[in-house]
């Protein structure tokens, strides 16, 4: 005995299918989640930045001080003796490897066994210190509530109002493909392209002019 499927059977079918395939295939997945506290060794649970560094750790900033993370265990650092302050606001790295740490009272590198700091006595404009970048020319940006420094590997030079930048309030640092730095500041965002600074604010067309990141 033959049995016919008629076109809108086999249609209804055909969809059966595709749809079986889209939840397998298209549809997100389910991934676990793992959960870490100071109960695990971390420095504490208020994050305020991650970084991964070229080794592969994870660099985890907190307001109660600085922790890296192997993929096992957590290894933390003392605030105020390591590096001055304990509320971390910015890691990054250079070509060395050096893992430089923005707190509130300071500048701190690593390199991997010994520490050094840098704060206002060395140079540096203002302590608290909100963003840090590594340029293309290995020089570091430093990000302040005072205005922005940056070190060359010899001096430090700073910028503020003065200079041309909209506000002494520094929330976040970028380097464009033009090597052009960019900060987004309390007032709006600042360009410095090595010689000369512009300003973009709302009127520009920001969405606001407290530019975090």
């Excluded at 640092?173 to 709006?188: C, M, P, Q, V, Y």
Aim: negative net charge.
């Amino acid at each position: 005995m033959r049995y016919y499927i008629s076109q809108k059977c086999k249609f209804v079918l055909l969809a059966s299918i595709l749809l079986c395939f889209i939840q397998e295939t298209i549809l997100p997945q389910s991934y676990p989640f793992e959960i870490y506290t100071s109960e695990d060794g971390m420095a504490g649970t208020d994050v305020r930045e991650i970084f991964q560094d070229s080794g592969g750790y994870i660099w985890v900033g907190t307001d109660q001080g600085l922790s890296r993370f192997d993929g096992l265990i957590f290894t933390s650092f003392r605030p105020g003796i390591d590096f001055p302050g304990k509320d971390i606001h910015a890691i990054t790295e250079d070509t060395d490897g050096r893992i430089w740490v923005g707190t509130d009272r300071g500048l701190g590198r690593f390199d991997g066994r010994n520490w050094e700091q840098f704060t206002t006595e060395d140079g540096i404009i203002d302590n608290d210190i909100r963003a840090v970048l590594f340029d293309r020319n290995k020089i570091i940006w430093l990000g302040t509530m005072g205005g922005v420094s940056r070190y060359d590997g010899s001096e430090w030079t700073n910028f503020t109002e003065e200079e041309g930048i909209k506000d002494n309030y520094i929330l976040s640092i970028l380097e464009d493909s033009k090597n052009h730095i960019w900060f987004g500041t309390d007032a709006g965002v600042s360009r410095y392209d090595g010689v000369n600074w512009k300003e973009f604010t709302y009127q520009d067309g920001l969405a606001q002019s407290s530019v975090i990141s």
